[in-house]
């Protein structure tokens, strides 16, 4: 009931409502954008947020989240061509049914099934977080530590390539962290005398240089996406629909509402779960791949409901399950609030007034997906260059407003010359992120824990919280290992026995 | 010589690098048990004996190569690799972009924001293959005269002049 309460004065004492059909609508729009991903979508808002309450600030960006996993469903079924990784399966059955003319059946399916998902996932953190909630006052600042180092071991580990290579990625991200004047002793590390890096890195620089920049780089070399026609209109289901919809709409809803709380498998995994699944269990499974309507219903709820569960190992944990929710976690500490197990206890207010928010932004959803789908084909129709451009100009702008400082705009085109070099070496960019993210709170929490033991690094083991989470970052980092290399010298036998 | 024998060498170049600098750290008297370098060494180390394993993988993956059928046609098992970032032609566009934004931070602090934003709309839509015309400038300065309405007439943010008297 307190939570209630708290969600109601968020809506009605601050432009929380503004906000999160803002957000929605700039995630539609920038989702729908090819050249966008939600997490770019997102980082780009980051500097704007500045000067916001938190509360809002945080409603703003999980609201884009919202928006733009619907938004890359309309080039993916106008085009073929997903705006965001989550639509790559709505873009199979989705395309198929507006080559039959049945485009605007397809989006309308897209929305109103995001629609139900994302409130799916919302009912299931609401009643999730309270109880997680609960452990916060069991977590010391040994388990704070061993936490932070889980969530990187998880990214690092369950992102795509080799888990070497993440966890090298991770060490890079925690290792810019360390710049800057240290917090605790006050010696100046890594600053070169330059009193620029004095105050170390912003987070917010390496995600936008990371994300946004480095993006902006690959796509300078690729071809324009495909144009369509403007004339589609949206048509939502009719009850016909719905009864042959809704049983891929749940199955949809419960795997990405369970997918969502977990670490690094982010939308793109739930839809392809969700639209295996309901396949499985379709009466009409032949049609899957020539334009099934269940086949565009199931990963959509599956993406919108992830939007929501992301939330939980977020929030809770201060564990990201997917790059936008790196970009969230960011900020978060950029609004001064620390994620994790202490976050509902400290910030009630922001978190239950996120829930009212991310509620008004599923709602909303609906009647913002309607209006904005002239101005999104209209978008998506236009020349990439002219939307490299506006990319560009935005970045670039956004990173100034933030400090007035000319090296923030050095740091961001440094932060995106990194971005490409890991790209080009095969390194995974989430757990530099994340590791720039959480750097400070695993460093702080790493040497009180050490002082608390007065020099015994043993402290972390004598501790069963942080013993169970560090006994799982070994056995989740062999466990990859192990797997990659059988899964290597099958590969090697399998060629060397085709020679 | 392999990606991650590259990436691995410089890893661990960086690594040693970040070793030193972080052992010369001076010392606090507001230090604890725990120095403000210690947090970094420990991060150099686990960065140095990753980059081993990693220049290891390299030198495995290159010495192990020689077992597949010279015409056929060889997997890519390593699913890191860069893919399209292998092409020279991506590279040469991405630095040619790079050189477009430098050039735009090295200006807007002289020519001012709106003449820079302008300049940087139509260069990158030019560099995309927009064709450059009347309708590209128009747009350009209604794109500049746009973002600066946004930052500094609605989010109050002070931004370089420049040669402009606002």
Known sequence: MEGFELALHTLTHTPAIFAAMAGVAWGIIGGALPGLSASITMALLLPLTYGMQPVVAIILLASTYVGAEYGGSIPAILIRTPGTSGAVTTAIDGFEMHRKGKGGEALGISLACGVVGGLFGMLLLVFMMAPLAQMALLFTAQAHFAIGILGLSLIATLSAGSPLKGLMSAILGLALTTIGLDPLSGVSRFTFGSADLMGGIDPVLVMIGIFAITELFIQASQADWGKTASSTRISLPSLKMWRRIWPGTMIGSGVGGVEGCIPGAGSTLSAFLAYNEARRWSKHPEEFGEGSPEAVAAPEAANNAVASTGLIPTLAFGIPSSASMAVLLGGLILHGLEPGPLLVEKSRGVVYGLFGGLFVANISQLLLGLVLLRPCIWLVNQPRGYLAAGICALVLSGIYAVDQNMFDLVAVLGAGVLGYGLKYFGFPALPLVLGVVLGRIIENNFRRSIDLGYGDPLVFFKDPIAGVLLSLIILVIVSKVVLTGVRYFRTRRASTQAA | ?166
Request: glycine residues 10%.
């Open chain 2, 1 to 166: 010589m392999s990606k991650d024998l590259v990436a691995g060498a410089l890893f661990l170049i960086g690594s040693i690098v970040f070793y030193m600098l972080a052992a010369a750290f001076p010392v606090s008297a507001l230090d604890t048990t725990v120095s403000a370098g210690a947090f970094p060494k420990m991060l150099a180390i686990a960065g140095g004996a990753l980059s081993l394993l990693l220049i290891g993988s390299g030198v495995w993956k290159a010495r192990a190569k020689p077992a597949v059928v010279a015409d056929m046609p060889l997997e890519d098992e390593d699913e890191d690799e860069g893919g399209d970032l292998d092409k020279m032609r991506t590279h040469k566009r991405a630095l040619g972009l790079l050189l477009i934004l430098s050039a735009y931070v090295a200006l807007v602090g002289s020519l001012g924001y709106i003449i820079s934003v302008f300049l940087l709309i139509g260069a990158v839509a030019v560099y995309h293959g927009i064709k450059p015309s009347w309708q590209l400038v128009l747009l350009a300065a209604l794109g500049a005269l746009a973002f600066w309405g946004l930052f500094v007439q609605v989010l109050g943010v002070r931004l370089p002049s420049g040669i402009l008297p606002f």
